[in-house]
Antibody, heavy 117, light 110 residues
Framework: EVQLVESGGGLVQPGGSLRLSCAAS????????MRWVRQAPGKGLVWVSL????????NYADSAKGRFTISRDNARNTLYLQMNSLRGEDTAVYYC??????????WGQGTLVTVSS | QSALTQPPSASGSPGQSVTISCTGT?????????VSWYQQHPGKAPKLLIY???KRPSGVPDRFSGSKSGNTASLTVSGLQAEDEADYYC??????????FGGGTKLTVL
């Protein structure tokens, strides 16, 4: 069974940092492209960042460029999102997803990030 | 990248069919056959319903179908059931590893 389990969310002050993790199991993690997708409270889905299977290609939504860094450790089957200079508008549930040409077949349960003083 | 346009709400009675539209541009929906649809119940993670315009993952009922014409994709839910009441999102590949989501449609089963 495919499982994606996010962790690392929480309450952080504006300007602070958080590192999200996503532990993958039940599939060959090192063959999948992965994304982070977020959903602000009561709002729609927005993609945040992408990484290819070996970590050599990354991409970011404009809102994340220069502040967020996506990475992966294929030996540990884990995806990461380092988030710096956090703002109130970054408050959201963050999901890690498998990506096959923009089709996100597998989702974690999400981890809530709240940016507030 | 602008979000794809979906109607904010849709509704239908049990047993009826309802179609939700998703309008993009010639740079995303109109250019790529990589449109997918997701169902999200309150407090839950989204679930993939349709990928590559009209393909269903294993386990998704054939009451859900997808299509595309020009810059507009559509999701049709036939034989509406109470459990179909949820939010529905489309997304499309938009080139250069970008994807764009629609704003979501809340489906109400009357």
């Amino acid at each position: 069974e495919v499982q994606l389990v996010e962790s690392g969310g929480g309450l952080v002050q504006p300007g602070g940092s958080l590192r999200l993790s996503c532990a993958a199991s039940g599939f060959t993690f090192n063959t999948y492209w992965m994304r982070w997708v977020r959903q602000a409270p009561g709002k729609g889905l927005v993609w945040v960042s992408l990484i290819n299977s070996d970590g050599s290609i990354t991409n970011y939504a404009d809102s994340a460029k220069g502040r967020f860094t996506i990475s992966r450790d294929n030996a540990r089957n884990t995806l990461y999102l380092q988030m710096n200079s956090l703002r109130g508008e970054d408050t959201a549930v963050y999901y890690c997803v498998t990506d096959v040409y923009g089709a996100f077949a597998n989702w974690g349960q999400g981890t809530l990030v709240t940016v507030s003083s | 990248q602008s979000a794809l346009t979906q109607p904010p709400s849709a509704s239908g009675s049990p047993g009826q069919s309802v179609t939700i539209s998703c309008t993009g541009t010639s740079s995303d929906v109109g250019h790529y056959n990589y449109v997918s649809w997701y169902q999200q119940h309150p407090g839950k993670a989204p679930k993939l319903l349709i990928y590559e315009v009209n393909k269903r993952p294993s386990g998704v009922p054939d009451r859900f179908s997808g299509s595309k014409s020009g810059n507009t994709a559509s999701l049709t839910v036939s034989g509406l059931q109470a459990e179909d009441e949820a939010d529905y999102y489309c997304n499309s590949y938009a080139g250069s590893n970008n994807v764009v989501f629609g704003g979501g449609t809340k489906l109400t089963v009357l």
